[in-house]
């Protein structure tokens, strides 16, 4: 079995039911906290994949954090070189960017709650989504958004943002949304990132709205996320 590299950019903002996944197929987790200055490993040798979690941060802020331009370099090395990659939100935006795209603020602006995803019509020409309901709900906490890198495959979208998830290859996935939190996750994010939901757009629910029914909401989500990660997580060597 294999071990994986995860970047992770925030305390609350860890593998979740990914993590959980791996672990039953055997895989361990090697995690390096960027935000905490922690530095990644002078190449991939040793790791079977890249994990990429999200962060409060913008893909953008390189002065404030310069580490960012570190990220995207190992992550551009390990899509083209075909290593298992996937990211979560900012992890998805830091893919986009380090293979051309842009990242950008959301032209609807930001989506952060209980919203429902729909299946592009490219993804049926893939396997990654195969097992999937045309249109289910994820779990979004994002103000930003990005272009997709050239040879990316769109597979989902939402009526609030139009890049959700795509694909690079046979090995990368770039996921905008969060299928990785579990119940305690989204409580504490409700609680320690309250100030993102004082926002007025129309995309921001309360925390109320948020936490109306979360156990069995995310019961579901990780029916979801098995679906998704298991693809992924059989490329893995």
Known sequence: MAELLVFQHHFAEGPGTLGDLLASHGHGTTTVRLDLGEVPPPSMRGYGGLVIMGGPMSANQDDRYPWLRTERSFIRDCVL???????????????????GGEVCVNPSGPEIGWWPVTKTTASVDGHW?????????????????????????????????????????????????????????????????????????????????????????????????????????????
């Open 81 to 99: 070189a075909g290593i298992p990659t996937i990211g979560h939100c900012l992890g998805a935006q830091l893919i986009a960017k380090a293979l």
């Open 129 to 237: 989504l195969d097992d999937l309901p045309e249109r289910f709900e994820g779990f979004h906490w994002h103000g930003e958004t990005f272009t997709l890198p050239e040879g990316a495959v769109p597979l989902l979208s939402s009526d609030i943002c139009a890049h959700q998830t795509f694909s690079v290859g046979d090995h990368c996935l770039a996921l905008q949304w969060h299928p990785e939190v579990t119940e305690r996750a989204v409580r504490v994010w409700v609680e320690v990132m309250h100030a993102d939901l004082l926002s007025e757009a129309d995309g921001v629910q309360s925390a109320q709205e948020i936490l109306d029914g979360v156990g069995e909401r995310c019961v579901a989500l990780a029916r979801w996320a098995r679906l998704i990660y298991t693809p992924w997580i059989l490329k893995i060597a």
